[in-house]
């Protein structure tokens, strides 16, 4: 998911390009604003943690651009392409240190396990736009 900060910079056509040139196939795709309830659905793993609210508000603030990749390892070679949720220790060339400002503005949102990524793209989309 790129994350309400990196749209409204206009990084998406940007983040895609490098999505795509690491080897990743885009299988769905779709812009769209979070509601309140969305974004406490979606990061509900984090509930009670200091940092819940203010990515409430954040995720909320703008559009997302929701998408489904596919890769061999697509999990873990997605999380290396990101680079470390912080930006200040992400490496060089990876999303987050050419795009994030911050822990909390980190432009992308990868998930974490194949598990989840089935549960984030069942969030966003059907099945039959994955499998179109
Ligand atoms: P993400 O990978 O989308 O998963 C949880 C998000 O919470 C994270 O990226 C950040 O945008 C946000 N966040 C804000 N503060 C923190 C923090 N201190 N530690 C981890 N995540 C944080």
């Known amino acids: 998911m790129i994350k309400p900060d990196a749209t409204a910079k206009g990084y998406i056509g940007a983040i895609l390009q490098m999505i795509n040139e690491a080897g990743f196939k885009i299988v769905a795709l779709k812009m769209t604003r ?3 309830e969305d974004a406490r659905a979606f990061y509900k793993i984090h509930q009670g943690k200091p940092f ?3 990515l409430v508000d954040f995720m909320t603030s703008g559009k997302i651009v929701a ?3 596919e890769k061999e390892n ?3 070679d997605f999380r290396t392409l990101l680079g470390s949720t912080n ?3 992400a490496a060089q060339g990876t999303i987050r ?3 994030a400002e ?3 503005y980190n432009a992308v949102h990868g998930s974490d396990s194949d598990e ?3 549960i984030e793209s069942d969030f966003f989309f059907v099945e039959e736009e994955v499998y179109a």
């Open 34 to 36: 979070l509601t309140d």
């Open 52 to 54: 819940f609210e203010n």
């Open 67 to 69: 998408a489904v990749l």
């Open 74 to 76: 697509a999990v873990e």
């Open 87 to 89: 930006p200040q220790e």
């Open 97 to 99: 240190n050419k795009f």
């Open 102 to 104: 911050s822990i909390s």
């Open 116 to 118: 989840n990524a089935q």
